[in-house]
Protein backbone atom coordinates (compact mmCIF):
# COMPACT_ATOMS: atom_id res chain seq x y z
CA UNK A 1 0.00 0.00 0.00
CA UNK A 2 1.22 3.60 -1.15
CA UNK A 3 2.00 5.92 2.04
CA UNK A 4 2.91 9.67 2.57
CA UNK A 5 0.99 12.16 0.23
CA UNK A 6 -2.55 11.86 0.38
CA UNK A 7 -3.51 15.39 -1.36
CA UNK A 8 -2.16 17.26 -3.78
CA UNK A 9 -0.34 20.41 -2.74
CA UNK A 10 -2.08 23.62 -3.05
CA UNK A 11 1.80 26.51 -2.89
CA UNK A 12 4.91 26.09 -3.20
CA UNK A 13 5.89 25.26 -0.03
CA UNK A 14 3.81 22.33 0.54
CA UNK A 15 5.53 21.14 -3.01
CA UNK A 16 8.96 21.43 -1.13
CA UNK A 17 8.09 19.64 1.98
CA UNK A 18 6.57 17.12 0.14
CA UNK A 19 9.44 16.22 -1.91
CA UNK A 20 11.93 16.67 1.06
CA UNK A 21 9.87 13.84 2.70
CA UNK A 22 9.68 11.53 -0.20
CA UNK A 23 13.17 12.14 -0.92
CA UNK A 24 14.00 11.29 2.21
CA UNK A 25 12.12 7.80 2.01
CA UNK A 26 13.57 7.50 -2.05
CA UNK A 27 16.98 7.58 -0.16
CA UNK A 28 16.24 4.78 2.47
CA UNK A 29 14.50 2.47 -0.05
CA UNK A 30 17.69 2.95 -2.47
CA UNK A 31 20.46 2.33 0.18
CA UNK A 32 21.91 5.58 -0.37
CA UNK A 33 21.05 6.61 3.42
CA UNK A 34 20.02 4.34 6.35
CA UNK A 35 19.97 5.75 10.24
CA UNK A 36 22.28 8.70 9.09
CA UNK A 37 21.59 11.45 5.80
CA UNK A 38 19.88 14.19 5.49
CA UNK A 39 17.88 16.17 2.56
CA UNK A 40 17.02 20.08 2.45
CA UNK A 41 16.15 22.54 -0.11
CA UNK A 42 16.11 26.22 -0.04
CA UNK A 43 13.10 27.89 0.98
CA UNK A 44 10.72 28.64 -2.00
CA UNK A 45 9.90 32.16 -0.96
CA UNK A 46 12.77 33.43 1.12
CA UNK A 47 16.06 32.15 -0.06
CA UNK A 48 17.89 33.30 3.36
CA UNK A 49 16.09 30.30 4.98
CA UNK A 50 16.19 26.72 4.10
CA UNK A 51 14.31 23.01 5.29
CA UNK A 52 15.41 20.08 6.62
CA UNK A 53 13.80 17.47 8.87
CA UNK A 54 14.26 17.36 12.68
CA UNK A 55 17.13 14.90 13.75
CA UNK A 56 15.75 11.42 12.50
CA UNK A 57 16.44 8.82 10.39
CA UNK A 58 15.52 9.28 6.90
CA UNK A 59 12.93 6.40 6.72
CA UNK A 60 10.75 7.90 9.55
CA UNK A 61 10.24 11.32 8.42
CA UNK A 62 6.88 13.01 8.36
CA UNK A 63 5.99 16.80 6.98
CA UNK A 64 6.02 17.41 10.81
CA UNK A 65 9.51 16.85 11.26
CA UNK A 66 10.15 19.76 8.90
CA UNK A 67 12.34 22.62 10.47
CA UNK A 68 12.99 26.04 8.91
CA UNK A 69 16.42 27.21 9.79
CA UNK A 70 18.52 29.99 8.88
CA UNK A 71 21.57 29.88 6.74
CA UNK A 72 23.75 30.34 9.51
CA UNK A 73 21.96 27.06 10.93
CA UNK A 74 19.91 28.73 13.57
CA UNK A 75 16.33 27.41 13.89
CA UNK A 76 13.69 30.07 12.70
CA UNK A 77 11.70 28.86 16.05
CA UNK A 78 13.61 29.29 19.05
CA UNK A 79 11.69 25.99 20.43
CA UNK A 80 12.63 23.63 17.24
CA UNK A 81 12.79 20.62 18.11
CA UNK A 82 16.89 19.18 17.72
CA UNK A 83 18.35 19.22 14.72
CA UNK A 84 20.72 17.68 12.69
CA UNK A 85 24.45 18.30 13.76
CA UNK A 86 25.50 18.78 10.51
CA UNK A 87 23.04 21.05 9.19
CA UNK A 88 25.90 23.51 8.56
CA UNK A 89 26.28 21.43 5.03
CA UNK A 90 23.42 22.84 3.73
CA UNK A 91 23.61 26.41 5.41
CA UNK A 92 27.05 27.04 3.56
CA UNK A 93 26.23 25.68 0.58
CA UNK A 94 22.80 27.67 0.00
CA UNK A 95 25.37 30.77 1.26
CA UNK A 96 27.41 29.88 -1.45
CA UNK A 97 25.72 28.95 -4.38
CA UNK A 98 22.69 30.89 -4.82
CA UNK A 99 21.64 28.78 -7.38
CA UNK A 100 21.07 25.29 -5.84
CA UNK A 101 17.66 24.49 -4.78
CA UNK A 102 18.43 21.14 -2.53
CA UNK A 103 21.57 19.70 -1.09
CA UNK A 104 21.54 15.48 0.09
CA UNK A 105 24.24 14.61 2.96
CA UNK A 106 25.43 10.43 2.58
CA UNK A 107 27.29 8.05 3.85
CA UNK A 108 26.74 5.33 1.09
CA UNK A 109 28.90 2.83 1.11
CA UNK A 110 30.21 2.51 -2.70
CA UNK A 111 31.81 6.08 -2.30
CA UNK A 112 33.97 5.83 1.17
CA UNK A 113 36.49 4.18 -0.83
CA UNK A 114 37.21 6.90 -3.34
CA UNK A 115 37.44 9.12 -0.24
CA UNK A 116 40.43 8.17 1.48
CA UNK A 117 42.10 6.64 -1.53
CA UNK A 118 44.07 8.62 -4.80
CA UNK A 119 41.61 7.06 -7.07
CA UNK A 120 39.14 9.51 -8.24
CA UNK A 121 35.37 8.85 -8.92
CA UNK A 122 34.64 9.74 -12.27
CA UNK A 123 31.17 9.00 -14.59
CA UNK A 124 31.33 5.86 -16.43
CA UNK A 125 28.00 5.11 -17.39
CA UNK A 126 25.53 7.88 -18.92
CA UNK A 127 22.96 7.95 -16.02
CA UNK A 128 24.90 8.94 -13.51
CA UNK A 129 26.68 12.14 -15.53
CA UNK A 130 24.93 14.87 -12.92
CA UNK A 131 27.58 13.54 -10.77
CA UNK A 132 30.14 15.75 -12.60
CA UNK A 133 33.51 16.27 -14.30
CA UNK A 134 35.16 16.60 -11.21
CA UNK A 135 34.37 15.38 -7.53
CA UNK A 136 36.69 16.88 -5.34
CA UNK A 137 37.64 15.27 -2.24
CA UNK A 138 37.17 17.49 1.23
CA UNK A 139 39.36 15.98 4.51
CA UNK A 140 38.53 17.53 7.32
CA UNK A 141 42.19 17.35 8.79
CA UNK A 142 43.65 19.51 6.12
CA UNK A 143 42.11 22.94 7.80
CA UNK A 144 40.75 21.36 11.45
CA UNK A 145 43.27 18.61 12.67
CA UNK A 146 41.69 15.90 14.54
CA UNK A 147 37.73 16.35 14.35
CA UNK A 148 35.06 13.72 14.64
CA UNK A 149 35.09 14.24 10.76
CA UNK A 150 31.30 15.89 11.20
CA UNK A 151 30.99 19.43 9.56
CA UNK A 152 29.33 20.61 13.26
CA UNK A 153 29.96 24.51 12.66
CA UNK A 154 29.18 27.45 9.85
CA UNK A 155 33.23 27.44 9.55
CA UNK A 156 33.17 24.33 8.69
CA UNK A 157 30.64 24.12 6.38
CA UNK A 158 32.36 26.93 4.68
CA UNK A 159 35.29 25.12 4.30
CA UNK A 160 33.84 22.44 2.96
CA UNK A 161 31.36 24.60 0.24
CA UNK A 162 35.47 25.97 -0.93
CA UNK A 163 36.20 22.45 -2.28
CA UNK A 164 32.65 21.66 -3.70
CA UNK A 165 33.01 25.03 -5.38
CA UNK A 166 30.94 24.64 -8.70
CA UNK A 167 30.60 21.02 -8.70
CA UNK A 168 27.87 18.81 -8.24
CA UNK A 169 29.25 16.38 -5.89
CA UNK A 170 31.93 16.40 -3.38
CA UNK A 171 33.06 13.29 -0.88
CA UNK A 172 34.48 13.85 2.64
CA UNK A 173 37.53 11.59 3.37
CA UNK A 174 36.44 8.49 5.47
CA UNK A 175 32.72 10.12 6.28
CA UNK A 176 30.51 10.58 3.19
CA UNK A 177 29.48 12.53 0.28
CA UNK A 178 27.23 15.60 -0.44
CA UNK A 179 25.45 16.78 -3.85
CA UNK A 180 23.70 19.55 -4.92
CA UNK A 181 20.68 20.13 -7.50
CA UNK A 182 18.17 23.18 -8.59
CA UNK A 183 15.76 20.92 -7.16
CA UNK A 184 15.28 17.89 -4.46
CA UNK A 185 14.14 15.60 -7.29
CA UNK A 186 17.31 16.61 -9.67
CA UNK A 187 19.56 16.46 -5.94
CA UNK A 188 17.68 12.79 -5.36
CA UNK A 189 18.95 11.68 -9.03
CA UNK A 190 22.12 12.68 -8.60
CA UNK A 191 22.59 11.15 -4.90
CA UNK A 192 21.04 8.03 -5.85
CA UNK A 193 23.45 7.81 -9.11
CA UNK A 194 26.81 8.96 -7.22
CA UNK A 195 26.36 5.58 -5.36
CA UNK A 196 25.63 3.50 -8.20
CA UNK A 197 28.74 4.66 -10.33
CA UNK A 198 30.80 4.03 -7.14
CA UNK A 199 29.96 0.43 -7.31
CA UNK A 200 30.43 -0.10 -11.17
CA UNK A 201 33.70 1.87 -10.77
CA UNK A 202 34.71 -0.49 -8.51
CA UNK A 203 33.68 -3.32 -10.30
CA UNK A 204 35.23 -1.59 -14.04
CA UNK A 205 38.70 -0.97 -12.41
CA UNK A 206 39.00 -4.41 -11.94
CA UNK A 207 39.35 -4.47 -16.19
CA UNK A 208 41.89 -1.70 -16.89
CA UNK A 209 41.90 0.33 -18.92
CA UNK A 210 38.17 1.92 -17.86
CA UNK A 211 36.98 4.26 -20.73
CA UNK A 212 35.12 6.90 -18.71
CA UNK A 213 32.69 9.88 -19.46
CA UNK A 214 34.03 12.48 -21.62
CA UNK A 215 33.45 16.14 -20.68
CA UNK A 216 31.50 16.79 -23.71
CA UNK A 217 29.37 13.84 -23.27
CA UNK A 218 28.76 14.89 -19.58
CA UNK A 219 27.66 18.41 -20.56
CA UNK A 220 25.05 16.92 -23.17
CA UNK A 221 23.74 14.44 -21.24
CA UNK A 222 23.13 17.28 -18.34
CA UNK A 223 21.59 19.24 -20.94
CA UNK A 224 18.85 16.69 -22.09
CA UNK A 225 18.27 15.68 -18.24
CA UNK A 226 17.73 19.96 -17.82
CA UNK A 227 15.21 20.27 -20.75
CA UNK A 228 12.97 17.97 -18.62
CA UNK A 229 11.23 16.28 -21.35
CA UNK A 230 7.96 14.45 -20.46
CA UNK A 231 8.28 10.94 -19.49
CA UNK A 232 11.94 11.54 -19.34
CA UNK A 233 14.71 12.15 -17.24
CA UNK A 234 14.00 13.26 -13.10
CA UNK A 235 10.19 13.47 -12.91
CA UNK A 236 10.75 9.60 -14.80
CA UNK A 237 12.89 8.03 -12.46
CA UNK A 238 10.82 9.90 -9.41
CA UNK A 239 8.14 8.39 -10.68
CA UNK A 240 9.78 4.74 -10.56
CA UNK A 241 11.61 5.73 -6.98
CA UNK A 242 8.52 6.88 -5.27
CA UNK A 243 6.41 3.73 -5.96
CA UNK A 244 9.21 1.03 -4.95
CA UNK A 245 9.36 3.72 -1.67
CA UNK A 246 5.68 2.86 -1.38
CA UNK A 247 5.03 6.77 -1.83
CA UNK A 248 2.19 8.60 -3.87
CA UNK A 249 4.41 10.25 -6.84
CA UNK A 250 2.90 13.80 -7.70
CA UNK A 251 3.66 15.58 -10.07
CA UNK A 252 6.01 18.84 -10.00
CA UNK A 253 3.82 21.96 -8.90
CA UNK A 254 3.73 24.56 -10.98
CA UNK A 255 1.98 27.95 -8.84
Known amino acids: MLRGIQAMPT ?17 AQEGVVDAFGHVSAR ?71 FSVTSEPLRPI ?8 RHVPVWDAQDSFGDTTLLISSMAMGRDFAKVLAQNNSALMRGHGSTVIGRSV ?12 NAGLQLQATRFPPVKYL ?23 AWAYWCRRAGMEPTPRFVG
Open 11 to 27: NALEAIIDDIVTANHIL
Open 43 to 113: HPTNPGHFLLSRALAPELITHDDIIEYELDGAPVQPDAAKGYLERYIHGALYEARPEVQSVIHSHSRSVIP
Open 185 to 196: REATYTAVYLEV
Open 125 to 132: VHSCATIG
Open 214 to 236: TDGEIDAICGRLADAKPAEGYDR
